[in-house]
């Protein structure tokens, strides 16, 4: 096993390579001159070089891959061309306010989800059991957009329990702008990861060890709790932990909607201005956060079922 | 004598499978086809499919609403009425015309993107799984790398850099959901590269091609089928968020997701009609192929039925 760890530990090299390539081929390649952004559309000739010079785009392309990979190396991205803030502090800004969004209805929704989950499984093929996947291919069918537009609509402009959007930057003060936000985020994941958690369970429920458990008098209950239940925890921790990195890109939709400044708003905000240097540093970070987190789900994977081996 | 004697027999035996109405037809497919067809789910949501498709093509020739575009600014937010059933929005067009519109949009991104990521995932896995090797080592990495960048932040870094419009939201649709079907498709061809009947195949001296293409491939087929539908799905989702979040398609295409982004603002007048129409109209298309999605796969594979 501890071999296989090292493996998969020497196998982030390449991907991190792969990460620097695709994204220097987006950002230094396909985009269409970043100078002529950049220096607007009444620039002069003469501007844009300056600036092409300033942006070091004039260089040949393996010299611009080699400072890109500087760059990254350094956590150095230069400075927003929207706000001039220095583009690193930018995005280290936005951890916290998008943590505080996410990772409530993350806790909350994996316990409920994984517990009616559950609770359908046992009573599988029962009518409980198909109004639970109904409603969850119902809840799928909605676009999440929808969801972002109407829970605000009802619960805080009809209803009046919330404020609709606002933000404050003291810790104390935020949580009231936040409980919106986490009952949208979840609900959100309720179709799918009820679904999900439910085949997960449903797969263990027909293995051999079930018949054998039941054949030698364990009730139910008891083939449930202690026996499926401890199998599905295999795929249910692998999906937990997949779905951490998604904690710090946070919802795009949610922190556009009510103006929370984490890193979603942080890069619609950069989509809709242009702002050329924040879009590539949100994308190399989070690919590289998210490859750190798939390492850890692997390792994590190989130590609670031996059975795993990388091919 | 006794070669004679049983001709007469072998006669006899395929008159008799001859008599009976249809000969039954056991490859996969039928099987499928015929589950299918037991499957009342399924006929319902393949016959709304139906609906769908027929409601795109009738936009895209013009035949259903062809004066879209077309609103005169005096009949702005009209209530609901016979003529307008979701009533008109602020530049005093039909919302439902547009609804409709927006169905074209909506199929032809599921078609296109997941048309793209069929061929590329194809393709790949297929090589990847033959070859094996350094050909093998490089589609992982490069599968690997695309599913290490979240696709949240690549999708609309791709349409950023590419810039709005609904042929960029193909492309960037296409080029990013092919992973999890080359991986399908790679660890198929390992499976079937050894088997008796590509050895055998071998020896008769088909090319490389040919084995790929003519042998393995059918064997694997249903695979794809099932990952194109899935895809489809996600695509059609993917593209009315990246339209309300405006890195989608162009102001002046139908979409859903426009109409949602316009009814952002208009939920406050009250005016509902826009969110009504696009989410009534994605709610029927994309849970019908949902629950069609679901049956295929079942009858793809019998044994998931009994759980």
Known sequence: MAAYIVRRILYVIPILFGITVITFILFNMLMGDPATRFAGKHATKEQVEVVRAELGLDKPLPIQYINYVKQIATFDYGRSWSTKQKVSTMVADGFGPTLCVTVVPFVASIIFCVGLALIAAYYRGTIFDKGIVITCLGLMSISSVVYVVVLPNWLAFQAGLFPISGWDPSWTDRWQYLILPWIILFVLSLGPTILFYRSVIMDEAFQDYVRTARAKGVSSQGVFLRHILKNAMIPIITMVVIEIPFLITGSVLIENFFGIPGIGGLVFKALNESDFPVIKATTVMMSIAYMVFNLISDVLYSVVDPRIKLS | ?307
Request: glycine residues 8%; hydrophobic residues 50%; contains cysteine.
């Open chain 2, 1 to 307: 004598m006794a070669a004679q004697a049983t001709q007469p027999q072998t006669f006899a035996a395929s008159g008799a499978v001859e008599n009976k109405s249809k000969p039954m037809r056991n490859s996969l497919w039928w099987d499928a086809y015929r589950r299918l067809k037991k499957n009342k789910v399924a006929v319902v949501s393949f016959f709304v499919i139906c609906v769908y498709v027929l409601i795109a093509l009738g936009a895209a020739t013009g035949l259903l609403y062809p004066n879209v575009a077309l609103g005169t600014p005096a009949d702005q937010y009209l209530p609901y009425s016979w003529s307008h059933p979701f009533g008109t929005d602020v530049l005093g067009r039909d919302v439902l015309a547009r609804a409709v519109h927006g169905t074209a949009t909506a199929l032809s991104v599921g078609l296109v993107a997941s048309g793209i990521s069929l061929v590329i995932g194809l393709t790949l896995g297929a090589i990847a799984g033959f070859y094996g090797g350094k050909v093998d080592s490089a589609v992982v990495w490069l599968y690997t790398t695309i599913d290490s960048i979240p696709y949240i932040l690549l999708i609309p870094s791709l349409t950023f850099v590419l810039g709005r419009g609904l042929i960029n939201v193909y492309i960037a649709l296409g080029v990013t959901s092919w992973v999890t079907l080359a991986r399908l498709i790679r660890g198929e061809f390992l499976k079937h590269k050894d088997r008796d009947y590509v050895a055998a195949a071998n020896v008769m001296g088909a090319s490389d091609a040919r084995k790929i293409f003519r042998h393995i491939m059918p064997n694997v087929t249903h695979i794809a089928f099932v990952q194109f539908g899935l895809g489809f799905v996600s695509a059609i989702k993917l593209e009315v968020i990246l339209s309300y979040l405006g890195v989608g398609v162009d102001v002046s295409t139908p979409s859903w997701g426009i109409m949602i982004d316009d009814a952002k603002l208009e939920l406050a007048r009250p005016f509902w009609g826009n969110l009504m129409a696009a989410t009534i109209f994605m709610f029927g298309l994309i849970l019908s192929f949902n629950l069609f999605n679901d049956a295929l796969r079942e009858s793809l594979d019998p044994k998931l039925k009994n759980k």
